[in-house]
Antibody
Framework: EVQLVESGGGLVQPGGSLRLSCAASGFTFSTYEMNWVRQAPGKGLEWVSYISSSGSAIYYAESVKGRFTISRDNAKNSLYLQMNSLRAEDTAVYYC????????????WGQGTMVTVSS | QSALTQPASVSGSPGQSITISCTGTSSDVGTYNLVSWYQQHPGKAPKLMIYEGTKRPSGVSNRFSGSKSGNTASLTISGLQAEDEADYYCCSYAGSSAYVFGTGTKVTVL
């Protein structure tokens, strides 16, 4: 079964750091581009970051640029999101999503992990 | 990059057809034929319903169809069913491997 499972969410104080992980299974992870998408409570979806299959190309939304770092370990079938200098507005469910490159659509999503930034 | 504009809510009776619009700009929807649509039930992850503006992934009902004209994409649900009640989001490629989602539309089946 094709599956993505996020972990690492939790409660963190403003200015703090957190590292999210996404474990992939059921497909050849190393051949797919991956993304992080977030959703604040009661709000819409927001694209956060992209990483190419090899990790050589990386892009971020302006709202997280300079604070978040996306990475991957193809040997471990895992995607990561290092989040630093967290703000209250970063509070959201964070989803990892597989990009079906040919059609530029997110075809597989994880169940999400909740990040709460609060003092 | 500003979010694509969708109506906040759309409703219809069982069996009816509804259409959700998604308005972007010439930098995203208007330039790329790469609009996708996602269905999200409460507390669940989004599910891909339409890609490349008009195509359905395997397993998605043919009651769902997509179209695009200029800077506006649309999702039509025909033969509305109770299980279609959910939030729907459009998404467009915006260049440089960046993506922009719509504001989201809550579909209510009356």
């Amino acid at each position: 079964e094709v599956q993505l499972v996020e972990s690492g969410g939790g409660l963190v104080q403003p200015g703090g750091s957190l590292r999210l992980s996404c474990a992939a299974s059921g497909f050849t992870f190393s051949t797919y581009e991956m993304n992080w998408v977030r959703q604040a409570p009661g709000k819409g979806l927001e694209w956060v970051s992209y990483i190419s299959s090899s990790g050589s190309a990386i892009y971020y939304a302006e709202s997280v640029k300079g604070r978040f770092t996306i990475s991957r370990d193809n040997a471990k079938n895992s995607l990561y999101l290092q989040m630093n200098s967290l703000r209250a507005e970063d509070t959201a469910v964070y989803y990892c999503a597989r990009l079906q490159t040919i059609v530029d659509a997110f075809d597989i999503w994880g169940q999400g992990t909740m990040v709460t930034v609060s003092s | 990059q500003s979010a694509l504009t969708q109506p906040a809510s759309v409703s219809g009776s069982p069996g009816q057809s509804i259409t959700i619009s998604c308005t972007g700009t010439s930098s995203d929807v208007g330039t790329y034929n790469l609009v996708s649509w996602y269905q999200q039930h409460p507390g669940k992850a989004p599910k891909l319903m339409i890609y490349e503006g008009t195509k359905r992934p395997s397993g998605v009902s043919n009651r769902f169809s997509g179209s695009k004209s200029g800077n506006t994409a649309s999702l039509t649900i025909s033969g509305l069913q109770a299980e279609d009640e959910a939030d729907y989001y459009c998404c467009s490629y915006a260049g440089s491997s960046a993506y922009v989602f719509g504001t989201g539309t809550k579909v209510t089946v009356l």
